[in-house]
């Protein structure tokens, strides 16, 4: 194969090509920081949920602790355990 | 085109510019061209340096350039939780922020504001200013660990310049002590110390991400780059207990030890179709959250660490051995009269001489003559091989970090006094969860399933050790300990059958085995018509006159099995069953009656 001189229009086209590439490349990179900062932003409002929901679930293990419950059904609703005679089991 | 165009229009109409009078510029062909091209290097150039900026790795910028804008920072990730087998926590890290400052920074601005920054961080001003002069020169001062959020988001608002927080996850542990021994607890870095924290820590811990930012002039982090380590919060592990069931545990225990003044206790409670331990709990307890008290006295998971020698509890697998061996059934009939047999030098005894027992009569009546007897009739290796195949003498599979094997010495060096004393359960050592395990093979007719803390993906293979009418014969044997005569009968229920045992074994002091501290307990498996749960209940050196095992264990044997029966709803196997069907009739009759009427 012969070199032979590149016509004006293909250096033009490279010329193109090339500040096209370029241009794709900043702005990928570009894309890709604010796409990682958005990221960033979005674990941390995920973290900040879970950290709440877990403090929710250890609230609600708090409230519905076992003695309390036990002691607001026996003194507050005076609610007894039904002696075996009294409850009925149904075999299928 | 159109340029040429809009020339061609351009000397059509000269007149009509502004400036069409002036003279014509005459200016040399190459000037335009100079200057497009100075123009066109110009922009090169700049595209080179973009392209340079871009493309190159960051990498391969000097160290020193990257550090003037760019930062690494860590990222904390939580360790896993634990929670029991429905979802409850038993362990969870939540974050707490530690304030510090950066003296290079670090810009009060009269004293009123550092009057504000002490009171939201709660130390007096002149804790602070002493802090702060005393570790000036390491350049970063931590003012306060620990806080919560919240609290720390309002030493944040006021703005001081320096003042920044670093953020870390502390455990807590929900439940307290009644978990405690069983979750163990993590050191200051979330390392697990004890318990399943320990045993189960790589699983648990997580690994802190760090990323690339990018700060500006003033150390402020505007930006962030690129990740060079995800953060990955640890997993979350499930246990296999049942905290409804541990918290009936504890508390039935923690009654009887302070009624008893007992020295130390345990409860066991195992799935017998699965080997999964449902409950486990110990007294004296501690507080995994306030260890200001640095006790391992109390820190111990006694049902897993500690040994006790099992005394009668141990008798229902010497029967074991003996209807394993053909030669022995149920209903085969020992002579224990006249209630004391010599063996070398020792007398075994019973309390009073019972005649002629069948193999079930000599469990009812927890007889020592009776159960050496039959000991001393069976080959030593037979008998170690069936104690050995129950899993006593060695760890059991639950993992769990200082377990003891228990002791059980090879049937090589037994000889007859120590073949009978093994008989009624001395001269061998077993932890509580050893026992449970055996007493769940019972009730899972003779296949003993590994123990485990955790739960399983998949169901477990269990692998036979007595034969099925070994077990079944156990069983009925172990129902008339409970029966109203027999020792345990104080572990009844009223709506389950129960198979069990008493336990009171005096203690190996200096010198010899004590008359007066004693290891009582129960162990037994409910309910009987098809054995669910296996619950062992160990109490050491309980008060009081009457301290046997069917006195002290059995009621919280009852208590817990009772409750626990009821929480997995397990159908009664007796007495209530048929009222059920009396209540129906009786309805139906009440509700013909009332048509007919």
Known sequence: MSARPASALTNALLWVALLATALGNVYARHEANQKFGELRRLEAVGDELGIEWNGLRLSESYLARYDLVEQTARVELDMVMPHPSDVAVIKP | ?597
């Open chain 2, 1 to 597: 085109m159109t340029a040429r165009v809009r020339k061609k229009a351009n000397r059509r109409k000269p007149s009509t510019t502004p400036k069409g009078n002036s003279p014509v510029l005459t200016v040399a062909k190459w000037r335009p061209a100079l200057v497009l091209c100075g123009l066109g290097l110009a922009f090169l150039g700049l595209a080179a340096r973009a392209v340079y900026l871009q493309v190159v790795p960051l990498g391969k910028i000097p160290e020193g350039q990257r550090n003037a804008h760019l930062i690494k920072v860590k990222l904390p990730a939580h360790r896993g939780p634990v929670t029991d087998r429905h979802g409850e926590f038993l362990a969870v890290s939540m974050p707490v922020d530690s304030v510090w400052v950066d003296t290079a920074a670090f810009f009060p601005g009269g004293n009123d504001r550092v009057e504000a920054l002490s009171e939201a961080i709660g130390y007096s001003s002149e804790h602070i200013q002493r802090r702060l002069s005393r570790y000036m020169h390491m350049g970063h001062v931590s003012l306060r660990r620990h806080m919560p959020p919240k609290k720390a988001a309002r030493v944040m608002a006021l703005n001081v310049p320096g003042v920044y927080l670093r953020r870390d996850y502390r455990r807590f542990y929900p439940r307290g002590p009644i978990s405690g021994h069983v979750l163990g607890f993590t050191n200051v870095d979330d390392e697990g110390q004890e318990g399943l924290e320990l045993a189960y820590d790589a699983h648990l811990r997580s690994r802190d991400g760090l990323h690339l930012m990018v700060r500006n002039r003033l150390g402020q982090i505007v930006s962030g780059v690129r990740r060079l380590k995800p953060s990955k919060p640890g997993a979350s592990l499930t246990t296999t207990l049942d905290l409804r069931i541990q918290h009936l545990a504890f508390q039935a225990l923690a009654e009887a030890m302070e009624e008893r003044s007992a020295k130390s206790g345990s409860v066991v409670v195992l799935d017998v179709a699965t080997g999964e331990i449902l409950a486990m709990v110990n007294h004296p307890v501690y507080n995994p959250n306030d260890r200001s008290q640095l006790l391992v006295e109390l820190y111990r998971n006694r049902a897993v660490t500690d040994i006790f020698e099992p005394g009668s509890s141990l008798k229902p697998f010497i029967a074991a051995a003996a209807l394993e061996s053909g030669r022995y059934t149920s209903d085969s009939i020992v002579d224990t009269a006249p209630g004391r047999l010599i063996v070398g030098n020792k007398e075994i005894t019973d309390p009073r001489s019972y005649g002629p027992l069948s193999m079930g009569g000599i469990l009812q009546k927890s007889s020592n003559v009776g159960i050496s007897k039959v000991a001393l009739d069976l080959e030593s290796r037979e008998l170690w091989s069936v104690l050995v195949r129950l899993g006593f003498g060695s760890l059991t599979t639950s993992g769990f970090p200082g377990e003891s094997a228990g002791l059980l010495n090879s049937y090589v060096h037994w000889r007859p006094l120590q073949q009978a004393t093994l008989a009624y359960g001395y001269g061998l050592s077993v932890t509580p969860l050893q026992l449970a395990q055996a007493y769940a093979v019972i009730g899972a007719q003779g296949v003993r399933y590994p123990v485990t803390f955790v739960r399983r993906d998949k169901p477990v293979r269990g692998e036979r050790v007595l034969s099925e009418s070994t077990a079944e014969q156990l069983l009925a044997m172990l129902e008339t300990v409970v029966a109203p005569e027999g020792t345990g009968h104080r572990a009844r229920l009223e709506a389950y059958r129960v198979a069990g045992k008493t336990l009171t074994a005096r203690k190996y002091a200096a010198g010899g085995y004590s008359t007066e501290r004693h290891v009582t307990g129960f162990a037994g498996v409910a309910p009987a018509s098809s054995p669910r749960l296996a619950v062992v209940v160990v109490i050491d050196e309980p008060e009081g006159t009457d301290n046997s095992g069917g006195k002290v264990a059995a009621p919280v044997f009852a208590d817990v099995m009772r409750g626990a029966l009821r929480m997995l709803a397990v159908a009664p196997d007796q007495a209530p069953a048929r009222t059920a069907e009396k209540a129906i009739r009786e309805h139906v009759a009440v509700a013909t009656a009332g048509e007919e009427s």
